[in-house]
């Protein structure tokens, strides 16, 4: 299985931004589906976007229109862009990779906080 590494989290004000980056063991061009999941305290974990490598790109409701999700395949990263941040996007956030043939690996996860 890759091993995920995540970044940039933190603690940011409301209405601020943070990129996220996801750092992969191994190449990336290959994986069919890379993904950013985040869990709340007390909630379940819940996809937040996912990227494949040909076609468009997934985002939940409350993602869409303020995260960008993209991948780097040459350098095995993943990003998270997230602008105009309110208090209820706090949360760990995980990346995720995903084949059909068995792979869905997990990082240990990034924690952000929005709070004044």
């Known amino acids: 299985q890759v091993q995920l590494v995540e970044s940039g989290g933190g603690l940011v004000q409301p209405g601020g931004s943070l990129r996220l980056s996801c750092v992969a063991s191994?190449?990336?061009?290959?994986?069919?589906?890379m993904g950013w999941y985040r869990q709340a305290p007390g909630k379940q974990r819940e996809l937040v976007a996912n990227?494949?490598?040909?076609?468009?790109?997934n985002y939940a409701a409350s993602a869409k229109g303020r995260f960008t999700i993209s991948r780097d395949n040459f350098n095995d990263t993943t990003y998270l862009q997230m602008n105009t941040l309110k208090p209820e996007d706090t949360a760990v956030y995980y990346c995720?990779?995903?084949?059909?043939?068995?792979?869905?690996?997990w990082g240990q996860g990034t924690q952000v906080t929005v709070s004044s």
């Open positions: 995720n990779a995903w084949s059909p043939r068995g792979l869905n690996s």
């Open positions: 990227i494949p490598l040909v076609g468009a790109t």
């Open positions: 191994e190449s990336i061009e290959s994986i069919p589906l």
